[in-house]
């Protein structure tokens, strides 16, 4: 239960099968979490929209609703962070939930093991957002902004829509700008105990984000390989030195 005085975080559980949302929403309640349930997907947007939650656990398969599709929604309308509930492992194939889901849990859903997914997921959030110390939640470097409260990122004029994981990278590298991350530290605070998580799935997301920022790998302008170690984000020196050679 929530300490004395502190509110609980608030779940919305989005489940339409009685005989697994009960139960989920009771070990939710029991661990200390403020737990709404709503069977509709259609229903659940509109609620996701007007109210704030912390976390919402996501049926992939509703009768009223595509999960991918509302994911994707949810995701771009509250910003709010997203576990899918899968039928299966070949469902919840991270490629597949990449756009909106920080995470997912493969049916039949244990109550014990479901609280602990959610733990691990606001954990990740709240040290990603904060940093561990205040003043911190605007991060610039050179052309590129990210709100870490807001949990947007701008570059140049245009706003960038990142998935969940891209933007823990992006967050973990930034902060440390101008050395080294290595691949073992950025694996712990992206996909935390996660076994599921890879050398290659790290490859995968860091290729992906240098796309999205417009990074040549050859002669990168933001994210750095340091061969051996990890990655480096530019340092500040770095960027202001090609802006000013650009003029």
């Known amino acids: 239960m929530p300490k004395s005085g502190l509110s609980a ?27 709404t349930t709503i069977a509709s997907g259609v229903g659940a947007l509109a ?17 009223d609703a595509d999960g991918r599709e509302l994911c994707d929604a949810l995701h771009e309308r509250t910003g709010t962070p997203i576990v899918m509930l ?12 990449s756009d909106g889901a920080e995470d997912y849990i493969v049916k039949p859903v244990r109550g014990a093991d479901a609280v602990a997914r959610v733990r691990g997921v606001l954990r990740r959030v709240v040290a990603t957002s904060n940093g561990g110390a205040s003043g911190r939640d605007i991060l610039r470097a050179g052309p ?7 949990r947007r990122v701008r570059l140049d004029d245009r706003e960038l829509r990142l998935p969940p994981k891209e933007l823990a990278l992006l967050t973990r590298l930034m902060r440390e700008a101008g050395h080294a991350v290595s691949r073992e530290a950025l694996m712990h605070d992206v996909w935390g105990e996660d076994a599921a998580a890879s050398s290659r799935t790290l490859n995968v997301h860091v290729g992906t984000l240098r796309s999205r920022l ?13 061969r051996g170690v990890g990655f480096r984000f530019s340092s500040p020196e770095e960027l202001r030195v090609e802006g000013n050679g650009a003029r």
């Not at 559980?13 to 403020?34: I, K, N």
């Not at 590129?144 to 807001?150: E, I, K, N, R």
């Not at 417009?214 to 340091?226: E, Y």
């Open 9 to 35: 975080q608030r779940i919305l559980l989005v489940e339409s099968e009685r005989t697994l949302a009960e139960p989920l929403a009771r070990a939710l309640v029991r661990a200390g979490y403020a737990t």
């Open 47 to 63: 609620l996701a929209t007007r109210t704030h939650f912390d976390l919402v656990l996501l049926d992939s398969t509703l009768p």
């Open 86 to 97: 899968a039928d299966s492992v070949g469902e919840a194939d991270r490629s597949a939930w």
């Open 144 to 150: 590129l902004t990210l709100d870490t409260l807001l």
């Open 214 to 226: 417009g990074d040549d790998p050859d002669a990168p302008r933001f994210i750095h390989t340091v």
